[in-house]
């Protein structure tokens, strides 16, 4: 069984993409500029806010935050997004999720230039990835195929059996790993809240990707000997063993699960940290103007 | 065994375009008016244009046909597609594939405003689609999932194999199906040149949807007992009983696989004609500005 270590991945990416960056600006280029806008004062967002802002430093991105209080219309809202797209030194920009009820997600998304949209939430960006054209592909599943990548694992003619069909993991990780493309090529099984007997395609699978958000839920008895095991899972569960008083845990029974792989994430520090240098890749796409040009 | 009859169904569906197109205009409102592009005239395409034109008229709708010989140019077309995207008599147009080499496709297509793009090929009509949000569906996958819908077909936890993983329905059907909708709510595997064992998972399958263009692949000890069958194949094969020499073959081997199914869709007769009526529902909803509104 091997660990796959994201933390150790991620930080190979982050500082490929820091010398780059160096390249970039010792050629007279212009430096990645990714900015994000913030919506009140939710724990979890501000945290990951801030993490994007230091990741933005350690790439050599500029970065600028732009805040929000909770109360802030719709119309405002999309205006400094229109703002930001018409902004050329900004590159690119997120609007930081979940918004306050009151706003309109899927219109805030959908405002954003396409070309600028280094989240990969914009129905273009999504459309173009079911397509198979060049896209910023979204965060999550792009750590997973990266993950895949890095550590040479075939998936070829793989059956991929993928837990969970939301709009961020599972629907998407689908439709890559079933694309003619290298990691893909796989014959891809989804499975959700609604599929009876996972376990017998679960036991079928080369490959499974755990994203339904149930912790624990991927036991020793579901997986054939060999699979490779990928758990996109982060459920906050008490623990009398950390300061917090909780810890992460993952979609899979780790302790069983392990033993039968030949190669498996860790929960933390397999797909976490590849989620936040998924964003800087895109930064630096869109920096580069690769995807959708100048 | 029940034969689901597309060729009835397509015929009802377009009676009750009809009726609602009389009741728009009867209460004062826009005839629907779609347009088509053609370029050149390779045989297949002509016949496919003649017949959107045809369905037009039987739905009571305003068509306009546009026609550019070969060597046009790109950026002539572009403009073509441009006055259509401005000009507001227009609710919906297509540009006929394929197109010739010199013009990129992907290029005309995603200059397509999306909401006028009733063959739902735009990213941004895919990405909603994935999303599960309102788009337009482009024809084929619109036409199977409508098949389920009027046979009152169960799909909710059952085993979907599609067959197939192109862009204009594998790709697509696959992801309708997995949606929390009805139809929908299925566990989907699909399958593709790369697949390793495509018979186990057929074998294990409550629904095929057989689409990859290799005539009478689906062999009657591939399927199990009950399946619903759903053949999107349409090659055309030498026939000496048919007056132009050839017949149309499905991927499915129609003689073994029907007495195992539950429900089977002939070729012709089955999807085909349904694809053809989704241009029209697209048209409508089009017209009554249903997606994006006004």
Do not use: W
Not at 7 to 27: F, N
Not at 89 to 110: A, S, T
Not at 122 to 150: D, K, Q, W, Y
Not at 233 to 247: N, Q
């Amino acid at each position: 069984m091997q660990l796959i270590d994201g933390k150790t991945i991620a930080a190979q990416i982050k500082a490929e993409i820091a010398e780059e960056v160096r390249q970039i600006i010792a050629a007279g280029g212009k430096q990645p500029h990714l900015a994000a806008i913030l919506v009140g004062h939710d724990g979890g967002s501000e945290t990951y806010v801030a993490g994007k802002v230091r990741d933005c430093e350690e790439c050599g991105f500029k970065s600028t935050l732009i805040r929000f209080e909770d109360d802030v219309t719709e119309e405002t809202l999309l205006a400094e997004v229109r703002q930001l797209n018409e902004n050329p030194d900004v590159d690119g920009f997120i609007v930081q999720l979940p918004l306050p009820r009151h706003i309109n997600e899927h219109r805030i998304l959908e405002t954003i230039d396409y070309r600028k949209d280094v989240d990969g939430f914009h129905p273009v960006n999504v459309g173009r990835m079911l397509i198979g054209l060049p896209c910023f592909v979204s965060a999550t599943p792009f750590g997973i195929v990266e993950l895949l990548h890095r550590y040479n694992i075939e998936t070829s003619g793989k059956h991929c059996v993928v837990l969970g069909r939301s709009n961020i993991v599972g629907k998407p990780v689908a439709n890559l790993l079933m694309q003619k493309s290298q990691p893909g090529d796989c014959t891809v099984t989804v499975c959700h809240s609604r599929s009876r007997d996972i376990k017998k395609y679960c036991l079928d699978a080369d490959i499974i990707i755990a994203a339904l958000g149930v912790p624990g839920f991927l036991k020793g008895d579901m997986v054939k000997e060999g699979a490779v095991v990928i758990d996109v899972g982060t459920t906050r569960v008490p623990s009398a063993e950390t300061k917090s008083g909780f810890r992460l845990k993952g979609d899979v029974e780790f302790d069983e699960v392990a033993p039968k792989c030949s190669y498996i994430t860790p929960v933390p520090g397999g797909v976490g940290p590849m989620t936040r240098v998924a964003l800087m890749k895109n930064t630096l796409l869109a920096g580069k103007k690769s995807i959708y040009g100048a």
